[in-house]
């Protein structure tokens, strides 16, 4: 797995956009870039995932660099439940060996203040 | 989206003795479930990789001997931890996923105090 590098933390604004960088710069060709997030004494929770191209869903956006050295989690409007801590992950792709297998690293802690 | 179980949720035992912990795939079959453990305030780290009747796959460091991981279904794992000691205290949580997408679904974990 490629290894990451997050922010140790970051604050938000409720209802205002948070952008979560991540470098991966060791990324391999095949190896998605995954984005998970924990909330206190619970199991991590996906929240999104991609390859190339930028990536929406309903929980948030991802902007992945031309090069894949870099990606970016984007949450359109941060609500208090958004705290938590997001982990970016490289690696782990359907085909591969290491499917399904994430290295965790320290992730950034989000502070969402009301 | 799937759902996956643990059971149970927390439990305190003693020095000495073995504790199980169930990991389930309520909704989907799982050939493959990974255990993780997380120490406060620090990051999960993977453990094993279960698979579905055969033997785990450990990582690095850890003592299969001691963390005992058995995947007789295809929608149930189990870990456990013999011979339990203050250090094995931890947060253990597992994951499954389906094979058709990337997406990694897990357990609410399972918070282990041992006195």
């Known amino acids: 797995d490629a290894k990451t590098t997050q922010p140790n933390s970051m604050e938000s604004n409720e209802e205002e956009p948070v952008h979560l960088p991540c470098n991966h710069s060791?990324?391999?060709?095949?190896?998605?870039i995954h984005w998970y997030r924990q909330l206190p004494s619970q199991g991590p929770e996906y929240v999104i995932h991609g390859l190339t191209s930028n990536v929406n869903n309903r929980m948030a956006s991802l902007a992945i660099a031309e090069d894949r050295k870099s990606s970016t989690l984007i949450l359109h409007r941060a609500t208090l439940r958004d705290a938590a801590v997001y982990y970016c992950i490289g690696g782990a792709d359907a085909g591969g060996t290491s499917y399904g297998k994430l290295t965790f690293g320290q992730g950034t802690i989000l502070t969402v203040h009301p | 989206g799937a759902v996956v179980s643990q059971h149970p949720s927390w439990v305190i035992c003693k020095s000495g003795t073995s504790v199980k912990i169930e990991c389930r795939s309520l909704?989907?079959?799982?050939?493959?479930m990974f255990w993780y453990r997380q120490f406060p305030k620090q990051s999960l780290m993977l453990m094993a990789t279960?698979?579905?009747?055969?033997?785990?796959?450990?990582e690095q460091g850890v003592e299969k001997d001691k963390f005992l991981i058995n995947h007789a279904s295809l929608t149930l794992s189990t870990l456990t931890v013999t011979s339990a000691h203050p250090e094995d205290s931890s947060f253990y949580i597992c994951s499954a996923g389906l094979s058709v997408d990337y997406e990694q679904y897990f357990g609410p974990g399972t918070r282990l105090t041992v006195t």
């Open positions: 909704d989907f079959q799982a050939t493959t």
């Open positions: 060791t990324i391999s060709g095949t190896d998605y």
């Open positions: 279960s698979n579905e009747g055969s033997k785990a796959t450990y």
